[in-house]
């Protein structure tokens, strides 16, 4: 089953709607979490707060497992690029967010973004004001002004669904749509060996952008076929 955005699931059978987190045009309620990473790790901020009415790509994760953090990482590594004109949090919800937050801090070599990543304070159900769908493995919201602009609740996230996510949030940013290719470029921090006394490299998403530059516009049309000059004689 692959779904689509604002509850819309479809395979090749049926059409579900399957609903998670506020809809389009819906206002984006309070959303506070513990942060897991950075300078502000162990402090509770509102996401919604934060974000102050910026184009916003949030992603609530029903559980932590990897599988589903996949897709989450993708768009967070994108959004990284656009931190001028976007704000991005990832939101993990658990029966205990202790736990949850210990185990993110274990997995801290598999984030390495940028963007916001906390545990609701509101447990496994999160917010009751946004009305989250426990069978939904990722519920993925795009706002602009503090309202939703996309909803895409999905059962089975692939790393497939990133593109038409992200068409809309850098429709939101300014930037170009993105392609299958563009997703999978990673900008931030470069590893670095273990036994030196720095962890990483200071971000740099220089050579990422470049990348970027030099994969093909989606939507730009084809050029036409040119025969080489030796073809004309």
């Not at 790790?41 to 910026?54: D, H, Y």
């Not at 900008?187 to 530059?213: C, E, I, K």
Request: hydrophobic share 40%; aromatic share 4%; glycine share 8%.
């Amino acid at each position: 089953v692959v779904l689509f955005g604002d509850g819309i699931a479809t395979d090749a059978e049926e059409t579900t709607p399957v609903f998670s987190g506020p809809q389009s045009g819906e206002k984006l309620p309070a959303l506070k979490v513990t942060l897991v990473y950075g300078d502000n790790a162990g402090q509770t901020i509102n996401l919604v707060e934060r974000a102050a009415g910026k184009p916003t790509l949030l992603v609530i994760v029903n559980g932590s497992n990897r599988p589903a953090a996949r897709l989450p990482r993708i768009l967070m590594n994108f959004a990284e690029m656009q931190q001028a004109q976007l704000f991005a949090g990832v939101v993990y919800l658990d029966d205990d967010p202790t736990a949850a937050v210990r185990q993110l801090q274990r997995a801290v070599s598999w984030w390495k973004v940028a963007a916001a990543v906390g545990v609701s304070i509101d447990g496994a159900e999160g917010p009751g004001s946004y009305g989250l769908n426990r069978n939904v493995s990722l519920t993925v919201l795009v706002a602009n002004k503090g309202r939703v602009t996309r909803n895409f609740a999905l059962v089975q996230p692939s790393e497939t669904d990133a593109p038409k996510i992200l068409k809309h949030v850098v429709a939101l940013a300014g930037r170009r749509v993105a392609n299958a290719s563009a997703v999978q470029v990673r900008p931030g921090p470069s590893p670095t060996p273990t036994n030196v006394p720095w962890r990483s490299t200071p971000p740099d998403d220089t050579m990422p952008r470049l990348h970027l530059a030099a994969l093909p516009d989606p939507t730009a049309s084809p050029a036409p076929a040119r025969c080489p000059a030796s073809a004309a004689h």
